[in-house]
């Protein structure tokens, strides 16, 4: 029995309206080898007791990070949550509450937003932020338009070593716009300043990942420079824990700030729910993408929140809106303010450092004693990529037999790197768990080097 309730004549007549002739034109922008044709294979019927079991059976074949011994990072990290993190947004006066359509009547919601926003201010160094995208690679995208709109530019240059994840969804939300999408060149895993000098101009957008998806550190301040000196506008990706050791992107010339923030009291969850976060000076707050809540005081002088600026497309002006977000991931966000607020400044500063100290504790230990090096010299903050003498792919897959995922296959990322493996070390690993790492690399390199 069909679910929806039109007829195949009001179906036509919305798709003359709508000025194509079939539901197929509308699906163009998908890709023919992603669309599914014919009827979905899924055995039965099944009776409720049936069916829990077959899906309780197909659950069974999963296995979670908490099953292996993980070094997986590449933008999603397994660092530890404190339970107080969960009991706090259990509570169902969050758990519970959805995005405010009347806003102020729900000052808690609004109040936690405000938080959130205030501790990204502080930890980019811009002047204001807004109240949370979908992910990293979303907010790197939505900044990328918003610069666009700031520059009346038409070019976005992005280094080769931004992640290729965060480039597929930047691809597709430039797809419909006249901007041009350009690569610029690396050196030794690094953007080539040279190369970017010499492609640089006015009213470019310039993105710059700050730890890079090889986990290295980027010259920012020649990129910054370079950006001012040519008139570009700079947006700075970055990674949120590696803020309280590194300086913030206000610093070395970023417009915009943005970067995915999992990482702030969230478990690592493939598929989401994630966080983007996006900073900005405070002259291009009418630009910014999602909604932006601020405080103030009432007729008594009492202090209030407010939602002070959106940009929803459900709202009026919905035609000159400057962001499709229909969901402001409030309670994920609401994590990472509780998570950074309960660490406080020292806290959030001994957990970088202790992240940092633990990868380069990795590095050595992986380097001096297996006979591996690593791919790519330069600074890093929690990952590091090794060279390996097989495929990387073969690596995890032999170690995964013994309970350890060893890292990211950079294969992935490019065909040119299948011998490199992205190591990442959060505050979560012990001693023990890295010398176990290492013995293990050094018994597949040692086994690759007698093939």
Known sequence: MPYLPHTDADRAEMLREIGVSSFEDLLESIPTDLRMTGELDIPGPFSEEEIGRHLGKLAAGNRGANCLLSFAGGGIYDHHVPAVVRTITSMPQFYTAYTPYQAEVSQGTLQSIYEFQTMIARLTGLDVANASLYDGASATAEAALMGLDVTRGARVLVPATVSPHVKRVLRTYLASSAADLREVPTRDGRIDVAALSGEISENDVVIVQHPNALGLLESVNDVGELAERAGALLVASVDPLSLAVLRPPADYGAAIAVGEGQCLGSAPSYGGPLLGFLAAERRHIRRMPGRIIGATVDHDGRRGYVMTLQTREQHIRR????????????????????????????????????????????????????????????????????????????????LSRDGICPGVDCGTYDPALERCLLV???????????????????????EGGSA
């Open 319 to 398: 035609a000159r809106a400057t962001s499709n977000i229909c969901t402001n991931q409030g309670l994920v966000a609401l994590a990472a303010a509780v998570y950074m607020s309960l660490l406080g400044r020292n806290g959030f500063r001994e957990t970088a450092v202790h992240v940092m100290s633990k990868a380069h504790y990795a590095a050595d230990a992986i380097t001096q004693h297996t006979g591996l090096s690593l791919a790519f010299p330069g600074p890093f903050f929690r990952e590091f990529v090794v060279e390996m003498p097989r495929p990387a792919s073969v690596i995890r897959s032999e």
């Open 424 to 446: 990442s070390v959060t505050e979560r690993h012990t001693r023990e768990d890295v010398d176990t790492l290492a013995s293990a690399l050094g018994a597949a390199a040692a």
